[in-house]
């Protein structure tokens, strides 16, 4: 699998490599604005770009002059974009190819475009306003803290289960240590292993959720909405696929080695240091199903970058030999952690199953 291609969670619980197309036409072929080099076509299409967005939304009053030179009103209406859209520590008063403010410019330019062509249908991309991307995304972040408990369960299993192994004395019985020993084995399947290996493994899983604490526990620019690691699904959301979320693998500690940044995706503009949640078909299911499914994604996103290292999908819970995959592959694979740390915070296994009615039937009541 190539490693531009997105993983998506779908909805019968198994993740497709999806190829995610261009999300918007603007490009240019060198950098604008402040040090940029300045090509005169390039320079006119940020122009352009620039007057299609409103003045509330950082956008230039009065209209830029498209005439393709770069002076002091075009890059001061660069700045001012890039503060309005990512605060003063996002300003470096340029436009670079294939970076987040050209990203930004083109999801503007498609809602312009949307709007003149009427094109736009419910649930397109250029449809949905800044104000209701952020709403949704304010439902997902709300369940980051169930997502946080579930990963602090598994953590504090991990603990119990290394004390056990680490004190041969202790007998295997049902008291507490002794559960968690026992559920960290139905997963990760280690009890035939040599201590030095139960240890291994217990280091090996234990990093993948502390990586995963990492990404949603501490405050930063990239824990909070717009910004950070979780971000809306720019895709149409077609409920015919049916995707819950989509992430690049590895995507938490990928570093373009050119810049030094995290990676764009060239194909489609998008941030591959992100988890992409579409909010309109996660709306369907219930708490447990959207935690289980961003701790199947974190999985993803926070493993090894390095493909035979990296954390892939070798079975997934639903299938009947999800228990026979071998050790080496199970601490690979997604669905382990996510079931693991479901049922290391529930007591019991995650229930797949119900989606939620979308709306409530209410009895009808008559008034006499
Ligand atoms: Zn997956």
Redesign the pocket.
């Known amino acids: 699998m190539s490693d531009d291609l997105a ?1 998506a ?1 779908c909805a019968d619980g ?2 497709r490599s999806m190829a995610i197309d261009a999300i918007s036409d603007l490009s240019i072929s060198a950098s604008v604005g402040a040090n940029g080099r300045n090509i005169k076509d390039d320079v006119a299409t940020i122009q352009e770009a620039l007057n299609q967005v409103p003045k509330q939304s950082g956008g230039p009053f009065p209209l830029l002059a498209v005439d393709g030179l770069c002076g002091p009103k075009t890059r001061k209406a660069i700045a001012e974009f890039q503060v309005k859209q990512f605060g003063w520590g996002g300003t470096d008063g340029r436009v670079d190819p294939e970076r987040r403010t050209i990203i930004k410019l083109g999801e503007f330019q498609e809602r312009a475009n949307a709007q003149t062509t009427g094109t736009a249908t419910a649930g397109a991309p250029g449809s949905v306003s800044e104000f209701d991307r952020l709403a949704e995304m304010h439902t997902v972040y709300a369940k980051l803290p169930e997502a946080m408990s579930w990963i602090h369960a598994a953590l504090r299993t991990l603990d119990r289960a290394e004390h056990v192994i680490q004190n041969t004395a202790i007998e295997l019985t049902l008291d507490a240590a002794g559960r968690d020993f026992v559920l960290v084995d139905k997963y990760f399947d280690i009890i035939r292993l040599p201590k030095p290996r139960q240890l291994g493994a217990i280091q090996f899983v234990r990093r993948v959720f502390q990586n995963m604490r990492m990404c949603i526990g501490h405050f930063s620019q990239m824990t909070l909405i717009g910004t950070g690691y979780f971000q809306y699904d720019p895709t149409k959301q077609n409920p015919k696929d049916q995707h819950l979320a989509f992430t690049y693998f590895g995507g938490f500690t990928r570093v373009d080695s050119r810049t030094k940044r995290p990676p764009v995706n060239a194909r489609n503009g998008l941030r591959m240091d992100a988890i992409y949640m579409a909010t309109k078909v996660l709306g369907a299911y219930t708490l447990e199903v959207i935690t289980n499914t961003i701790v ?2 974190l ?2 996103f926070v493993g090894p970058e390095n493909r035979g290292d990296g954390i ?2 070798h079975s ?1 819970r639903h299938k009947p030999s999800f228990f026979k995959l071998p050790h080496f592959q199970r601490l690979r694979t ?2 382990y952690y996510n079931e693991f740390a479901g049922e290391a915070k529930l007591g019991r296994e995650v229930d797949n199953d119900k989606a939620k009615p979308r709306f409530i039937q209410l009895p009808e009541v008559i008034i006499r």
């Open positions: 993983c969670r198994e993740c199947h994604e999985a993803h892939r999908d997934y997604a669905d």
